[in-house]
């Protein structure tokens, strides 16, 4: 009953910055902790950042942490991705998430999905 609607993806240099954007829809977002995720070919779909409604934790992957910042505004029902320092290794899917859990950082709390959008950092 929450759908899901990434965007803010697109073509960058190694070292430049993009904001992602996810717009939830469908029930209260309030109740849910959201959690970006990502994806490259061949690969499985790995954590990259979460956060938590109850208190607002936030929690990061040990490769983005520095780096990439994970916001929400529940005004707006959307969950932010500010991502600086863009490593070709960062190319992928990104996908948000929502989970009714406190526990952002384990795909498997995850029941919602949007449609992933993609990111390309290029050396």
């Known amino acids: 009953q929450v759908q899901l609607v990434e965007s803010g993806g697109g073509l960058v240099q190694a070292g430049g910055s993009l904001r992602l954007s996810c717009a939830a829809s469908?029930?209260?977002?309030?109740?849910?902790?959201m959690g970006w995720f990502r994806q490259a070919p061949g690969k499985e779909r790995e954590f990259v950042a979460g956060i938590s409604w109850i208190g607002g934790r936030t929690v990061y992957a040990d490769s983005v942490k520095g780096r990439f910042t994970i916001s929400r505004d529940n005004a707006k029902n959307t969950v932010y991705l500010q991502m600086n320092s863009l490593k070709p290794e960062d190319t992928a899917v990104y996908y948000c998430?929502?989970?009714?859990?406190?526990?952002?950082?384990?795909?498997?709390?995850?029941?919602?999905w949007g449609q992933g959008t993609q990111v390309t950092v290029s050396s």
């Open positions: 469908g029930r209260t977002f309030s109740r849910y902790s």
């Open positions: 998430a929502a989970a009714s859990s406190v526990i952002v950082s384990e795909i498997r709390h995850y029941e919602h």
